[in-house]
């Protein structure tokens, strides 16, 4: 059974940093895509950064370049997502998700419904 469980959130202060953690269980990264979402109330869950393992491509959101660094330790199957500089507006609930196979993902790694397993979300609030 495929499971992913994000952890790491929680409430910071603007310009401060937080470390996601997506832990996999049930498959291999090989030839998965490993993705970041996010959803604020009222708005649209939107992509924030993927990680495709079919050839090492990482993908990023405009409102996040420079600030967010998408990462894994396939040994450990984690998958973080670095949040620097956050701003009040990076707060929502952060899910993790994973599509196989992960090949091509620079044409959908921000479409939610091209992804297969989802996390439970995690909720990172920026205070101002």
């Known amino acids: 059974e495929v499971q992913l469980v994000e952890s790491g959130g929680g409430l910071v202060q603007a310009g401060g940093s937080l470390r996601l953690s997506c832990a996999a269980s049930?498959?291999?990264?090989?030839?998965?895509?490993v993705g970041w979402f996010r959803q604020a109330p009222g708005k649209e869950r939107e992509g924030v950064s993927s990680?495709?393992?079919?050839?090492?491509?990482?993908y990023y959101g405009e409102f996040v370049k420079g600030r967010f660094t998408i990462s894994s330790d396939n040994a450990k199957s984690t998958v973080y997502l670095q949040m620097n500089s956050l701003k009040p507006e990076d707060t929502a609930v952060y899910y993790c998700?994973?599509?196989?196979?992960?090949?091509?993902?620079?044409?959908?790694?921000?479409?939610?419904?091209?992804?297969?397993?989802w996390g439970q979300g995690i909720q990172v609030t920026v205070s101002s």
């Open positions: 998700a994973a599509r196989y196979p992960g090949l091509y993902a620079g044409s959908w790694w921000h479409a939610r419904d091209e992804y297969d397993y």
């Open positions: 990680i495709s393992f079919s050839d090492t491509t990482t």
């Open positions: 049930g498959f291999t990264f090989d030839d998965y895509a």
